[in-house]
């Protein structure tokens, strides 16, 4: 007994029993609070630490569910413990926005009832809203999106985006607003396509489209709430100027994105320019103050927006690639409003073949007028004639009387939503400028919708090695070193 007691008196036992003490010490703290931190709501434990942000909420969420006043309900059809964790953890992030949102789990394998109740696919989040009783889906395909497009090479699939939040932030909008707008896009002249990207965009913000030949149809029907012309080839026909012009003088909204084709070859959508001041300046533009890469004809114009076109906006960088110019003109009635807000600087040139003629270009414009139901668009009054008959009507009558405003929105790029420039450049805001425009069309309408998160592998390389690249890589490490060679120097002399 005396030699064990003597055992525990020696250095090299006092200081094992210390280093036990103190490792027994430690691993009940790390125990105390990883039960601790595992109390917390989970919404403050998952920490983003993702290259692109992927459980990041916009402003725009944001704001959407703390106006909200309705109840909404997300029943996730899946089973839980085999769901991405990146869905749960978004899902579990989002929801904790709103007291108004509750997330509900049911295992369709144990409750096989639960898909013919709602509906719906299995591993889908039906989101409801009992006080407008609308309902819709959202599959986990649809959030974690695979990339299709190697599998004929490779013989394999991979992930190519997130899309929690545009998928849900549209879904909770769908469900809980009665916003229907009606889109018709222009056929018959040549237009470009939309791409993929926009037309998700379209939908997101529950806008539904639907193409219109006006040449079959030769005027535009009366429940369009936009009329969107993009990249036309080949000019209106006269029947079909009037057609718009007319739907203008009614208070329409029309949207135009001009492509490669000048206008001097379209002299009837050039007049109708015109007429609510906007003139194109002859050739392409060049700008070398604000340009890609010493190529002056890609063009990061300066943007000029307010109220609901700046919505979501915070780099102000959109990049447009052969874009024409504007002049802006006098309109041909008073009542017209004509603003830009997409500019190029003083810099910037408009080049044909023979001439260089600099100026500052408008490459994108707003033309408003407030129609009244007794105001014809050459501005005079309709009801001159019938002032007599009018004195002897009720004066509640006037005040009732109905008031709408044109818009006419022209943008000089169509290159500004073209797939190859918004895929490949996704920090800039083309498409949110775009969608903000075709928003600022409705009353009390701002854009929703949101592009979804890239799931790419990012490399960490040095492109250009520059002098905090060398400092980082080499200088450290070997400020380390010699710190450590000095240490052991000294202990070594003592």
Sequence with gaps: MQKIKNLFKTAGTKNGTYSVGLTVIVIAIIVVANMIFGQIPEKYRNIDVSSTKIYEITDTSRELLKDLNHKVTFTVLAEKDKADDRIKTFLSKYAALSKNISVEWIDPVLHPSALTEHEASENTIVVECADTGKSTTVSFDDIVVMDTSSYYYTGSVSESEFDGE???????????????????????????????????????????????????????PEDCDLLLMYAPATDLTDDEKTAMQNYLSEGGKVMILLGDTSTSELPNIASIMKEYGMEEAEGYIADPQRCYQGNYYYIFPTLSLSGDMAKGISSQMVLVTNTRGLNMVDAARDTITATSFMTTTDSAYAVTEDNQTQGTYTLGAVATEQISSGTDTDGTDDGKEDAEAEESKDTSDDTEESSKESRLTVITAGSLIDSQITDTFTQLEN?????????????????????????????????????????????????????GFAVWFKRRKA
Aim: hydrophobic share 40%.
């Design 431 to 483: 498409t949110t400028v775009f969608m903000n425009a075709v928003s600022s069309n409705f009353d009390g309408v701002q854009n929703i919708s949101i592009e979804p998160k890239s799931l790419a592998t990012e490399y960490n390389t040095v492109q250009h090695a520059g002098l905090f690249s060398l400092l980082v890589i080499f200088g450290i490490p070997l400020l380390i070193l010699a710190g």
């Design 166 to 220: 545009g998928q849900l932030t549209s879904a909770v909008n769908y469900v809980t607003s009665d916003v229907n707008k009606k889109v018709y896009r222009t056929t018959g002249h040549g237009e470009s396509t939309l791409s993929s990207s926009i037309t998700d965009l379209m939908s997101k913000n529950n806008y539904n489209m639907e193409e219109l030949n006006l040449v079959m149809q030769a005027s535009i």
